[in-house]
């Protein structure tokens, strides 16, 4: 299974970007997809998470600026990013929660780094 995470870059204040993460290999059923990030100096954290059923989580900080949909029929999970801030600086990961011939199991992608600065 590999996950191919794309859409990273550098953004200007309050600009916005989209991450894209498509989920392929032996793949029966994709239970959760998800964002993670990371920034320097701290651990890493949920961003937002969406179920198969289009049921979705997020992170207070970034609740009314991101939005994470999904296209089941591609295996790909999306975050549309707007009014990105400094402090949204990270490596983004994706994240997938999925069953296969190994049972179900977390795999994670290479991460994209955002960069948010003028």
């Known amino acids: 299974v590999q996950l191919q995470a794309s859409g990273g870059g550098l953004v200007q204040p309050g600009g916005s970007l989209r991450l894209s993460c498509a989920a392929s290999?032996?793949?029966?059923?994709?239970?959760?997809m998800g964002w993670y990030r990371q920034a320097p100096g701290k651990q890493r954290e949920l961003v937002a998470a969406i179920t198969s059923g289009g049921s979705t989580n997020s992170a207070d900080s970034v609740k009314g600026r991101f939005t994470i949909s999904r296209d089941n029929a591609k295996n790909t999970v999306y975050l549309q990013m707007n009014s990105l801030k400094p402090e949204d600086t990270a490596v983004y990961y994706c994240?997938?929660?999925?069953?296969?011939?190994?049972?179900?199991?977390?795999?994670w992608g290479q991460g994209t780094l955002v960069t948010v600065s003028s």
């Open positions: 994240n997938a929660v999925l069953r296969n011939w190994s049972g179900t199991r977390s795999y």
């Open positions: 290999g032996s793949i029966f059923s994709i239970n959760v």
